[in-house]
């Protein structure tokens, strides 16, 4: 999906919606009334599985919820651990979100607390809801309030599931926003108009879009303005004096809390006023008193800029700046950087750009077609494009529209349909490492405060993203050497099925010491090894490849599996490693069909027979290898019934956080008994796949050992 959702061809409003559509905003709106909640979000589960997207919102308007119009489920959001999870996630206040979620709690420093669920219809996920309280409410979510939402839930799955059966739930860039029910009845406006104009001091009041929607005569001359040109505008628009980040950071407050909250401003050149603002689930009301007068500031110079405001950049800035620091790899960073910077900035497109081999290469775009962006990658780095120029001069442009583009760059073609762009160096270590365009669709002038806030962004995005091509780089390295440690190929041998899989657990250079190996010896025997050195780095990789290739050379000569592994942790004795290395060896009779194995502190092995009974095969245990230089390792042979499956495997998977040992090799031998042994691969993919999220790396051998030989 390239966007949220929206319902289809329908206009804005509680009960503007029919049929499937309908039925989703009702229940929305329902359960907002119901739970006197102040704000609710509908998210609808993508495609693939793999995000959320906001669909519909009430009670809070779309600038707000910007930064999370899309939500990958691995996101640390309330909402994506509801969905993911399939439970309900509760958080009770300021504290406790911003111990829980500290990323958004930076950027959502206010007063109110939260609940996120997932929304299901007969098993299946359709979404996720999302429903926040003022800051008045309890801590604790009651039990009449924990059945509602779980309701509320139902028939939202539901109708969601109906709304896309009929083809109302479309791909848009703008979640639907929807005024929530009124909970009161209002009187004659002309009388409600007086009542208010009577009252001592100025009142105004905002719809949940920030849009003054009432302003009273006083109100409007306490603030200097004409009430006709304060009407259905935003306040910092109409009053470039208000914006400054103390006031966006109150009015948000208001917006999400729904608690009463106050500021003052300084109107140039030196009146002062109190701003008192009183917010319910349909607008702010604001009452405006003057103050006494305050230090003389310059007037503003130039209209407000359009777009918008400077604070709500800067709102943006700071989500931008904490998302970031957990970006990993590049793709990492172009996707939270659009995620970002195209909402709060009103661009269309963007495109992350880098060198390479004296060539421009493109690392990430949105908003642009594929077929577009394959124009520009991999053309040579030279002045001619702004991309390049911005990457060799590490000087920023702005270009307001094509002719102005034209001039800079004579050899530029208008081709992506754009009419104004920010081009700027991406730097990071005092050197440009990089180039990033903002595309937008309309004429759009760049003012000296914009150009400082965009230059700013742009140095967060270049430092994240040296940060990420380092961690990619090294992410290659550490993969590549972890498979250059492990065998290629398996060899063949008569009468044996063989396949085997190494999943990592680690991130980055993290990588582990699990090894597994088949040695073939001759026409009817063979040699299994598996094991785990300790830790997860360089050194443990080392070691691994030192044990592997010690294991194999002594199996290669002939020794019996005692001797293998005696020859073997002598050898890590010489080597004084401070790691200690499990493993487990088997030799494999195909004549005699039978097994003879020693292990050195392994996991037991298990045996699965062609009737499905399976045995945890226990081997007289020996110490881990590196530990003690006269260390034994006796061994113990086990017969080989026809049709029957082996499987060897690494700690990695049967290690669960809070689960018994013995539990989960249970549960282990329980899965290989009802599996099915005819399609190794498919057996080895259900084996690794029983452990979604590993908390060590996971290294498995399965050997069937057919009824006939060949």
């Not at 309330?78 to 206040?93: F, S, Y």
Request: aromatic share 6%; proline share 9%.
């Amino acid at each position: 999906m390239s966007g949220a959702y929206r319902m289809s061809g329908r206009p804005a409003g509680p009960r503007a919606a029919v049929g499937p559509g309908r039925d989703v905003e009702a229940a929305l709106v329902d359960v907002v009334r119901d739970s006197r909640a102040s704000a609710a979000m509908l998210y609808v589960l993508e495609t693939g599985a793999d995000a959320l997207w906001l669909a519909v919102l009430t009670g809070v308007p779309r600038h707000i919820a910007a930064p999370w119009i899309r939500v990958a489920l691995t996101d640390p959001l309330p909402v994506a651990d509801a969905v993911r999870e399939g439970r309900l996630v509760w958080v009770g206040g300021t504290e406790e979100f911003a111990r829980r979620y500290p990323r958004p709690s930076l950027v959502l420093p206010y007063d109110f607390v939260l609940a996120a669920a997932p929304v299901a219809d007969g098993g299946a996920l359709q979404g996720g809801l999302v429903l926040l309280w003022p800051g008045s409410h309890s801590a604790r979510l009651g039990s009449d309030e924990r059945a509602l939402v779980k309701t509320a839930c139902g028939r939202l799955g539901r109708a969601l599931r109906a709304a896309a059966e009929a083809g109302e739930l479309v791909p848009c860039k703008r979640p639907r926003t929807i005024a929530p029910e009124p909970d009161r009845e209002l009187g004659p406006p002309e009388a409600l108009a007086a009542f208010v104009e009577r009252l001592p001091g100025g009142s105004c009041a905002l719809d949940l879009n920030g849009r003054i929607s009432f302003i009273t005569r006083e109100a409007a001359a306490l603030v200097g303005a004409d009430p006709a040109d304060l009407l259905g505008a935003l306040p910092w628009e109409a009053l470039p004096w208000t914006d400054v980040p103390e006031v966006e950071d109150r009015y948000r407050a208001a917006l999400v809390s729904k608690m009463p909250t106050s500021f003052t401003a300084l109107r140039p050149p030196d009146t002062r006023l109190t701003f008192e603002l009183y917010p319910d689930a349909s607008g702010i009301s604001v009452r405006i008193t003057p103050c006494g007068p305050g230090p003389k500031v310059p007037e503003p110079g130039a209209a407000p800029p359009a777009g918008p405001s400077r604070a709500t950049v800067l709102y943006h800035l700071m989500h931008l700046a904490a998302t970031l620091t957990e970006a990993a790899g590049v793709k990492d960073v172009v996707a939270q950087s659009a995620d970002q910077l195209m909402p709060a900035l009103g661009a269309q497109a963007m495109a992350l750009l880098a060198a390479e081999d004296g060539r421009l290469r493109v690392l990430g775009h949105r908003g642009y077609s594929d077929a577009l962006i394959e124009r520009f990658d991999d053309i040579p780095l030279t002045p001619d494009t702004p991309a390049a120029r911005a990457m060799l001069t590490g000087e920023a442009g702005f270009f307001g529209d094509f002719a102005e583009l034209r001039r800079a760059h004579p050899q530029a073609v208008h081709r992506d349909g754009m009419e104004s762009w920010a081009v700027l160096p991406l730097i990071a270590s005092g050197r440009p490492i990089g180039s990033l365009v903002l595309a937008y669709d309309r004429h759009k002038r760049f003012p000296a405060t914009e150009r400082a806030v965009l230059t700013s962004l742009a140095g967060l995005i270049g430092q994240a993203l040296e940060r990420a091509r380092l961690y990619d780089t090294q992410h290659d390295v550490a993969r590549r050497l972890q498979a250059a440690l492990l065998p290629h190929s398996l060899p063949r041998v008569p009468g044996l099925d063989v396949t085997a899989r190494y999943l990592p657990a680690g991130r980055g250079l993290d990588v582990g010491g699990d090894f597994y190996d088949l040695i073939r010896l001759d026409d009817t025997t063979a040699a299994a090894a598996i094991g785990d050195v300790q830790g997860h780095n360089i050194d443990a990789a080392a070691l691994m490849g030192q044990v592997r290739t010690a294991v194999h050379a002594h199996a290669t000569a002939g020794a019996p599996p005692d001797d293998v592994l005696r020859r073997t942790n002598r050898l890590l004795i010489d080597l004084d490693s401070d790691l200690f290395t499990s493993c487990l060896y088997t030799h494999v009779d195909m004549a005699r069909r039978e097994l003879c194995m020693a292990t050195a502190g392994h996991t037991r092995p298990l045996l699965r027979h062609a009737d499905g009974r399976t045995d945890v095969l226990t081997v007289p245990p020996g110490l881990l290898l590196g530990i003690d230089p006269e260390a034994d390792y006796p061994t113990l042979g086990f017969p080989l019934p026809p049709g029957c499956v082996l499987l060897l495997y690494t700690d990695g998977l049967v290690e669960e956080p809070g689960v018994d040992p013995d539990d989960a090799l249970d549960s282990l031998g329980d899965l290989l008994r009802s599996a099915d042994p005819a399609d190794l691969d498919a057996l080895a993919d259900t084996l690794v796949q029983h452990v979604p999220n590993p908390v060590d790396d996971i290294a498995l051998l399965l050997m069937r050992f057919r009824t006939t030989g060949g």
